[in-house]
């Protein structure tokens, strides 16, 4: 029988690159998108089902299209400081629209999720490297919101049997090494593309948040991880949850910290041009450093990342960006 994976929000940047994981390993992946903020053309690698978490009629017909062994649930707003502005939008999207789509689950017979979560569940860190066990007081209603739905799934995984697992990402970054998809935000506010898009000469000018932050350069420091590092601990998940019942939450990054600066002179390096930048107030809601303690994931789901290195990272977001396909 045809594996099949429900990929919520299958047309963004990570959803994307988890569907041609998906494909790639034999898994049909079924994207559900509303086309909000992610791309038609993104869609490449199965079917795309239009519906929207708010309208529990349409996830009705996207879960006809199954049988599916899991849902993988990338939909989401994730702006930190739009979540500030807008913290209604934020908690309407991203908690009652997932309980409307486990309530889905539940109407289909699916018993299983992964779910995207962030390192914004953490706040401000308390210890240089954030593990599972760090102190979960969300600074802004995009954490807040995470972590909602974390305890929901906790719940669910005692009164219903519900099996998840919980990835919180650090700072995803990268494209599919073969260009064919990448990452494609309008606005774009994500530090990687803002620095490709400088050195490419298309006459902005990157903005550095801050260079009196108490780090060694005076600039944010930031855990990068490729996108297909994501992918593959989805796909780990996927595995987990055949074997153990429950909820459980996985930190994912690199365990390496990099700062503003560095991103630039790494860019600067892939791409053989200067990265024209200017230095900014403080953006709100930054912490100065944001590194994961990754071993759980490594040691529990058997997951090893496989471009740890800034430099191949940056590499593979300049080629999309140099032909960009959307
Ligand atoms: N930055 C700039 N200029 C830009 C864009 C970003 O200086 O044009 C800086 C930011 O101030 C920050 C760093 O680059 O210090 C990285 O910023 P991003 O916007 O790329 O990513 P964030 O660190 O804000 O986001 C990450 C995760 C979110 C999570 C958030 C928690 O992607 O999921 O950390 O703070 F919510």
């Given at each position: 029988m045809t594996r099949r994976v429900l990929v919520c929000g299958g047309a963004g940047y990570i959803g994307s690159h988890m569907a041609k994981w998906l494909a790639a390993h034999g898994v049909e992946p079924v994207v559900l998108d509303n086309l909000s903020?992610?791309?038609?053309?993104?869609?490449?690698?199965?079917?795309?089902?239009?519906?929207?978490?708010?309208?529990?009629?349409?996830?009705?017909?996207?879960?006809?299209?199954?049988?599916?062994?899991?849902?993988?649930?990338?939909?989401?707003?994730?702006l930190v400081g739009?979540?500030?502005?807008?913290?209604?939008?934020?908690?309407?999207?991203?908690?009652?629209?997932?309980?409307?789509?486990?309530?889905?689950?539940?109407?289909?017979g699916v018993d299983r999720i992964v779910f995207s979560s962030t390192a914004a569940v953490f706040g401000e860190p308390v210890?240089?490297?954030?593990?599972?066990?760090?102190?979960?007081?969300?600074?802004?209603?995009?954490?807040?919101?995470?972590?909602?739905?974390?305890?929901?799934?906790?719940?669910?995984?005692q009164a219903y049997g519900l099996r998840s697992v919980t990835l919180r990402y650090f700072n995803a970054a990268g494209a599919s090494a073969d260009g064919d998809i990448g990452e494609a935000h309008t606005p774009e506010t994500h530090l990687i593309p803002n620095v490709l898009r400088a050195a490419l000469g298309d006459g902005s000018r990157l903005r550095v948040f801050g260079d009196d932050w108490p780090t060694p350069d005076g600039t944010c420091v930031r855990d990068y991880i490729h996108v297909d590092d994501l992918a593959q601990a989805h796909w780990r998940a996927l595995d987990y949850m055949q074997a153990h019942d429950g909820a459980?939450?996985?930190?994912?990054?690199?365990?390496?910290?990099?700062?503003?600066?560095e991103v630039i002179a790494a860019a600067e390096a892939a791409s053989g041009r200067p990265v024209p930048f200017d230095i900014a107030p403080r953006r709100a809601g930054d912490p100065a450093v944001l590194v994961?303690?990754?071993?759980?994931?490594?040691?529990?789901?058997?997951?090893?990342?496989?471009?740890?290195?800034?430099?191949?990272?940056?590499?593979?977001?300049?080629?999309?960006?140099c032909d960009p396909a959307f």
């Open positions: 903020t992610g791309h038609r053309e993104a869609v490449r690698f199965g079917p795309l089902v239009e519906a929207d978490l708010l309208d529990p009629a349409s996830l009705d017909a996207a879960f006809a299209s199954g049988p599916f062994e899991a849902v993988m649930h990338f939909c989401a707003r994730s739009e979540s500030v502005q807008q913290p209604l939008a934020y908690y309407e999207n991203n908690v009652t629209g997932t309980l409307n789509l486990l309530q889905a689950m539940q109407r289909h210890s240089p490297q954030i593990d599972e066990d760090h102190p979960k007081t969300p600074i802004n209603p995009y954490g807040a919101s995470k972590l909602m739905v974390e305890r929901v799934l906790a719940d669910a995984a459980h939450a996985f930190n994912l990054g690199n365990g390496r910290g990099f700062s503003v600066r994961a303690a990754s071993d759980r994931a490594r040691q529990v789901l058997g997951w090893a990342p496989r471009h740890t290195d800034l430099a191949a990272i940056i590499d593979s977001a300049w080629r999309w960006h």
